[in-house]
């Protein structure tokens, strides 16, 4: 596996998708991707959130090990997400194709992230030969 060539690959499909994708996986498939009560106020915020995450998933793109804590924010706030989501999901009457959509997609974006993470400094250090 070449994570120097995969990972900025995997940050800009993630960062587009999350720039673009979220609004139109809401209208073609609300039940997986919108919460009741629908409230656009709530759903803009989501996805303006996840806009700009998006651009900086991007520009982060060019220089992965730089940008590590932003890479482990996106991990692991992505888990949390889908954790809440998941208990949501089974606690709401007519929310359990989350189940089916949007839960797996943040842990998805979580394990890819996870797999291709650029190694840490201490990682780094122990890797150089002495």
């Given at each position: 596996?070449?994570?120097d060539?995969l ?6 499909v ?7 994708g979220?609004?139109?996986m ?15 106020e709530?759903?803009?915020m989501?996805?303006v959130?996840?806009?700009v995450l998006g651009?900086f998933?991007?520009l982060?793109a060019?220089?992965p ?18 954790a ?6 089974f606690g709401m ?6 189940l089916?959509?949007?839960i797996?997609?943040?842990l ?6 996870a797999?291709l ?9 122990r890797?150089?030969p002495a």
């Amino acid at each position: 596996m070449d994570r120097d060539r995969l990972l900025p690959l995997a940050l800009r499909v993630i960062g587009a998708i999350f720039i673009v994708g979220v609004l139109p996986m809401m209208i073609v498939w609300p039940s997986g991707w919108r919460w009741a009560p629908h409230n656009h106020e709530y759903e803009q915020m989501i996805m303006v959130v996840y806009a700009v995450l998006g651009v900086f998933l991007i520009l982060a793109a060019q220089d992965p090990p730089e940008h590590r804590s932003l890479l482990q924010f996106t991990v692991f706030s992505s888990v949390a997400h889908a954790a809440v989501m998941t208990v949501h999901a089974f606690g709401m009457p007519g929310e359990h194709w989350h189940l089916a959509a949007d839960i797996p997609a943040l842990l998805i974006v979580a394990g890819v992230l996870a797999v291709l993470m650029p190694p840490g400094p201490a990682r780094r250090e122990r890797a150089v030969p002495a």
